[in-house]
């Protein structure tokens, strides 16, 4: 992952000459004036990692996997908001971890927690850093030096039960290195999120991810079945059956930990086999209320598509226009849905056929395979796109929610408002469009991509139209987060989400845990 | 519901002569020599609340919902374990709580809360009195008096969002009320437990219930959306959206919490259309092994069954000596599954001939509609059956489990063996009967039915024969419940269930929430 933008360079997406100047005209965007740092111009903050702490680290892990380089340190620096992005472009000094440190085991793990509780080091575990919220910030907090604890070196499929479907991952496995070593033995987990490529199955499990097929296998949370982790206070081995009644469910305290409790370092994962078919179908409909309420219908008579998603009037139509064309006879009015239906040729059917009754009869128009083909080709690279809108003068970001269907729509209008007017008020235009890319029987997500143009200040631009959002959604019915996790950037809205008593409880199991505090300081718990 | 037997006295199961010899002879039975106490000859250990306590009680939730009467605590005395059935025929003084009490209102609740915690009061939450683990029997622990908190009162469809899918349940409806308040709207919980008729929507989310239909409906857990519960440091909100990315989930922290974290007095459940259609089939395996592979296969694949499942050979034996001839053509051996379809004629359809090719493919044999209509017919009384086998001097409880799919024969062996060496020690024959009643992708529950004979102290032995069960399930991948929750009589594996360090995070959650300790002392946490 490069240092200051997504991925790998050489997928990068630049905007072609008349995309540029059509986004210039409707967004009115004033060329960059100063050109962003190179890698050999950024300057980091000096690593603050005493000479004795150094040496018990490395006495822990190796010496080969301790570094205070200023190349490991930047590439641990953040993760990848927007926020962080504009951050990296500034000439001032970074923040960065005073030190990356490579665990190989569990014991290593349990013995560099335990030197860090005495003597006061912050720890950041990190897993694939592509973290939109600020969730893996090397925040010092109460601290005088932070380590970034990263957690790569512990991969492997550690157990694989094929008459259970389970699988023991690794945390530190990206998900194409567990899809790989999955499929050796014809299984599949499934979890495919935008940050698929990079992103790691402990980071999946530590921040409730959600992927594209939803629909069809779960969140990973749902696919979680049981958790190892290390705390400050000892192991944990959680989730002892597939279901319980042996009082509260303790893994549901760690999925969504952000690393504040503990470091996950195993998951126990349900798998399934490689499904033997895709079946893809593209949907138009005329307007988002319609869309909705198919989609809707569809979720709640538990039809069985592994994908559903549905674009608004306007992502659909900037959709249209920034990409290829998506096949010849597309329709450029109203919402564009996508679906694909994964397994036995006979489940695939079966599914495809019942989905694709229902959403006729909601209102649909069939667009053929195509656009969901097309849909499929292109789903992990909407973050290059950003870089390159960042690069003309651009502001690019995401943010998403979750809600009953009955407050869907107003949700959606109020975010998207409250977007609007902020940006408004920094003289910027705007252009917030919206999907919904996961659906339940009771309500939906919604995935809002926003377009306007940096002015002065960046940062505070994007920062003050990010507060009206979530204030928006905390007011209307909606979660401050449905996959993209807490981190820093919406910890200001956590008390206001589980109340003060909420908080009370997650601080008092912190204590137990981590009574010293080191654990990723500044995230998730106010 | 009847101080010592379970449910209505006049739907009682009688044994006929015919099967109390067989019995007899089979199990060893001897007649019991000392008649059990009727409720005239019943001694309670007298109330200790105190005058000024039972003023102040009173001053909150009105005289008339406050009673130290022994009828209204005797029928509070304890939940239906045999454990319970077998002290309430004894002749020795009764365990009962000091006073009942019976809010109205979420701002009683908090207010008896507060009472008790300011003056030491144990808190019993009491809905339906249907554990059967010692979930609500009244210990005062360190506390010189013990409230139950009886939660009827707490009734009523506080809401329905018919677009959502979701309804607010007043804690204390009984499962019948909340289906009926649900049908005069086309709606349907579809929760229903062996406790169906007695038990509440409250006890449901306090013990993790699991009902009949889990297959097609859930768990209990699964439909919850949303928990209102009332704590001694104050009220909780939880869950905002269908899912989030906000931190832990706190809802799951309360359910399974029983009554020790705070009372439950509204649950927001997903609720669906009351089913157009039901169809019924059940089929014979020739021996568990196949069956179960059957079942894992319908799991594995998603193929929708409403109900599904699997008596083994000696439940499949019994139970059609047992009770009336079932059809004319039964096969009365191997295995009998049962399986049931519900929803639109469409969907019961579509998922009868799914389930049933897959079950045809997997060894089975189809036995029609009759077996599978009169399990249906037969399903909620049981334990009536337990009452008279208790009468004519049988033991007969039941315990339950769940494991992966890979350990789930091992697991079933090694406790049957547990529960038959353990009986014998104590000079009883046993027949020990299991079935799978609730299944999962990864693995599925067993749940077993004991018959042994009384020895000379039954209570003794029953403890003995399921303390060596209950280590049998720990020692074999299994978790000490599935569905009946924790209470007094599972507590002791609980710190091997989760660990030292699970049992700690529960502990100083219950500190911040409970710091007097007052709530359900004895229950659930170590």
């Not at 999955?182 to 495919?192: K, N, V």
């Not at 005329?286 to 979720?299: M, N």
């Not at 499929?376 to 390159?388: K, M, T, V």
């Amino acid at each position: 992952m490069q240092w200051n933008a997504w991925g790998d360079g050489t997928l990068a997406k630049p905007l072609s000459e008349d995309i540029t100047k059509l986004l210039g005209q409707i967004l009115d965007l004033t060329p960059q004036s100063t050109p962003a740092p190179t890698v050999d111009q950024v300057t980091l903050r000096p690593s603050a990692l005493s000479v004795d702490a150094h040496e018990a680290l490395a006495a822990i892990v190796g010496a080969d996997h301790i570094s205070t380089a200023d190349a490991d340190r930047l590439t641990r620096a953040g993760g990848k908001s927007t926020l962080d992005l504009l951050r990296r472009r500034q000439s001032a000094p970074q923040d960065a971890p005073d030190a990356v440190v490579m665990p190989g085991t569990d014991t290593e793990v349990e013995a560099v927690l335990d030197l860090c509780t005495r003597q006061g080091i912050a720890v950041v575990p990190f897993g694939g850093g592509t973290s939109v919220v600020g969730g893996v910030s090397p925040i010092r907090g109460r601290f005088t030096s932070v380590i970034t604890l990263d957690l790569r070196r512990l991969g492997g499929l550690l157990a694989l039960d094929e008459v259970s479907g389970q699988a023991v991952l690794g945390a530190g496995l990206t998900a194409p290195e567990a899809e790989a070593l999955l499929a050796e033995h014809g299984y599949e987990l499934g979890h495919y999120p935008q940050s698929f490529r990079y992103a790691t199955i402990g980071g999946f499990a530590a921040t409730r991810s959600s992927g594209q097929a939803s629909a069809g296998h779960g969140r990973f949370d749902d696919m979680v079945q049981g958790l190892r982790v290390i705390t400050p206070s000892g192991p944990l081995d959680l989730g002892r059956a597939p279901a319980s009644a042996a009082g509260p469910n303790l893994c549901e305290l760690f999925l969504g930990s952000e690393g504040t409790l503990g470091v996950i370092t195993a998951v126990r994962v349900r798998v399934h086999p490689v499904p033997a078919v895709t079946r893809y179908e593209a949907w138009n409909f005329p307007d988002f209320t319609t869309g909705a309420a198919a989609l809707r219908a569809v979720a709640q008579n538990g039809m069985g598509p592994t994908v559903i998603r549905l674009s608004d009037e306007t992502e659909t139509g900037v959709n249209l226009a920034m990409t290829e064309a998506i096949g010849t006879d597309q329709v450029t009015t109203g919402c564009l849905a996508i679906t694909l239906f994964q397994g036995t040729a006979e489940q695939a059917a079966a599914r495809h056929e019942l989905t694709r009754t229902a959403l006729l009869a909601a209102g649909g128009t069939s667009l053929g395979e195509e656009p969901a083909r097309a849909w499929e080709h292109g789903r992990f690279n909407a973050p290059y796109l950003r870089d390159s809108l960042l690069d003309v003068g651009a502001l690019c970001e995401t943010l998403e929610t979750a809600t009953d269907w009955a407050h869907l729509a107003e949700l959606k209008t109020e975010v998207t408002a409250a977007l609007q007017q902020s940006l408004q008020s920094t003289g910027s235009p705007s252009l917030v469009m919206c999907h919904i890319s996961h659906v339940y029987p009771t309500g939906a997500s919604l995935y809002f991509t926003v377009l306007g143009a940096q002015r002065e200040d960046a940062v505070t631009q994007w920062s003050k139209a990010k507060t009206a959002a979530g204030d928006a959604i905390l007011a209307n019915h909606g979660t401050i987060t449905h996959h993209h996790a807490v981190g820093t950037d919406h910890r200001p809205w956590m008390t206001r989400e589980i109340g003060d008593l909420g908080v009370a409880v997650l601080r008092s199991v912190k204590k137990t845990l981590d009574q010293a505090g080191i654990l990723n300081p500044g995230k998730l718990i106010p």
